[in-house]
């Protein structure tokens, strides 16, 4: 789940970084990442930009959480349904545990995820907050 | 001349008052509240950097403008918390603004004014025909060491404005003005994680000189007055200093209301004098005159006179204003303000 290479990070700006969503050609339904088949038998997407607009559907806190992460732990972490029908797992942050229903309303940032180490490459990408 | 086309701003959740860093640090809240006329500053979150606000700036410029961003063709920002030392923000922001490869970028750096020289910038690059449209952005995430007095100040937020034609711009840009010197008031060296500076120094010999030196050129070289202009907005490390140069001006209390932005959210450096202009240009009605003037230490300041269009109305509530920015807040105590700073430049 958690990649060191700035190689591998870099090859997942698009999903990552502008939020991009594939949608079947055949059935129309929406995925974040990229899928080689469709449930309904159709290899063929096109790419869509997602609003960043959805509810949330679960969520947690993490307490424990990997070392890249360890200081900003306690952190909440939510499937997040978006408004074209994709469904994205994200931090969500400037928020307490205590704020978060399933259903409130977040929309999507762009925030830094982690530095690898004091000279390594730093990371970016999508994280939600509370629509505001 | 070149206009605008859009303007973004951004600011942080988190704040800190005046009253809890001077009861930390043991000092006369009072005398401090009067000598900078602040009461709170804000603060970034544990995992927000320059580029992190920049790219929240820009994207709310993009909706405003209304354009393809493919369009773009030069992208410069302008911090001195550039989270690389070597690597540019600036493609990180077209990255993210999915602007695609056919563009120039350059990270710029000149303290407090390296936001407004990329308005000269783009203004050129789209006059001369190089690029139809330009992003220019000033963004930071202060460093100030704990128990300085720039503590009370330092804050986080930008603001990114989208330069093109002047037809179909929101704010044209009439005239603009520069007044540069080497003076050393303020300076952090490489590899040092805070700046250093010049106490009382920054003043007259300073801040004054340039601000008044810039806005007294623009002044002469359009044939305008001050009374001429509906707002004006000069760079704001607090906010005596451009009540003063204001009043020295000649200026209405009135005229640099709206822009002054600092009581609310502290000196945000490349971000300040631009997220002024930001918030005017959030409220302003056409054919309005705005000047502003930039300062930066070491030391210069741009001026720049635009006026508004009709066009402005139709895009300012496209993207927040820099008054919802400044609404939305959470309290943060001195612990957990350290503990946000350490983060950040991690
Ligand atoms: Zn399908």
Redesign the interface.
């Known amino acids: 789940m958690f990649r060191e290479s700035p190689i591998l990070r870099w090859r997942g700006y698009n999903d990552r970084y502008k939020l991009k969503g594939y949608k079947c050609r055949v059935c129309k339904k929406v995925y974040f990442e990229k899928k080689g088949l469709c449930p309904c038998g159709s290899i063929e997407f096109d790419e869509i930009e997602l609003s960043g607009k959805g509810k949330i559907a679960a969520f947690t806190q993490i307490h424990g959480a990997p070392e890249a992460f360890e200081s900003k732990a306690p952190y909440c972490v939510a499937v997040i349904d978006l408004a074209e029908g994709a469904r994205i797992e994200a931090q969500v942050v400037d928020c307490k545990y205590s704020d978060l229903k399933i259903g409130t309303d977040v929309e999507a940032v762009f925030r830094k995820f982690y530095s690898s180490g004091e000279k390594g490459a730093i990371h970016y990408g999508t994280k939600f907050v509370p629509k505001f | 001349m070149a206009g605008i086309v859009g303007w973004g701003s951004y600011i942080p959740?988190y704040r800190i008052t005046v009253e809890e860093i001077a009861a930390v640090q043991g000092q006369n809240l009072k005398a401090i509240i009067d000598g900078l006329g602040l009461t709170e500053k804000s603060v970034p979150?544990?995992?927000?950097?320059a580029?992190?606000i920049a790219?929240?700036a820009s994207?709310d410029a993009l909706k405003r403008a209304g354009i393809n961003p493919k369009e773009i063709g030069a992208v410069y920002v302008g911090s001195e918390s550039h989270?690389?030392a070597v690597k540019p923000t600036a493609s990180?922001v077209g990255?993210?603004l999915?602007i695609g490869n056919e563009y120039t970028a350059l990270d710029t750096e000149f303290a407090c004014k390296a936001g407004s020289g990329t308005i000269q910038i783009n203004a050129g690059m789209v006059d001369s025909g190089m690029i139809k449209y330009g992003l220019g952005v000033g963004a930071d995430t202060s460093q100030a060491e704990p128990g300085n007095a720039l503590e009370y100040s330092a804050a986080a937020g930008g603001a990114a404005f989208i330069i093109g034609p002047k037809n179909g711009s929101v704010a044209t840009l009439d005239f603009t003005a520069s007044f540069t010197s080497d003076t050393p008031d303020f300076w952090r060296r490489a590899l040092q994680p805070y700046p250093a500076h010049a106490g009382r120094f920054t003043g007259e010999p300073a801040y004054f000189k340039h601000v008044l030196g810039a806005t007294n050129l623009i002044l002469k070289k359009s044939g305008a007055k001050i009374s001429d202009f509906d707002h004006i907005v000069l760079h704001m490390p607090n906010a005596k200093f451009p009540e003063r140069a204001a009043k020295i001006l000649g200026a209405t209390p009135k005229q640099i209301e709206v822009g002054l932005v600092v009581k609310k959210i502290g000196n945000t450096y490349s971000g300040s004098s631009l997220l002024g202009l930001a918030a005017v240009l959030d409220v302003a009605k056409p054919e309005q005159k705005i000047l502003v003037t930039s300062y930066g230490s070491g030391a210069g300041s741009d001026s720049f006179i635009f006026t508004t269009t009709n066009k402005i109305l139709l895009v300012q509530k496209e993207a927040r204003k820099v008054s919802?920015y400044i609404a939305?807040k959470?309290y943060l105590g001195y612990a957990q303000y350290l503990?946000h700073m350490e983060?950040i430049h991690?």
């Open positions: 959740k979150g544990k995992d927000e950097d580029a992190t790219v929240h994207r989270p690389y990180i990255e993210a999915d919802e939305r959470e503990k983060e991690k």
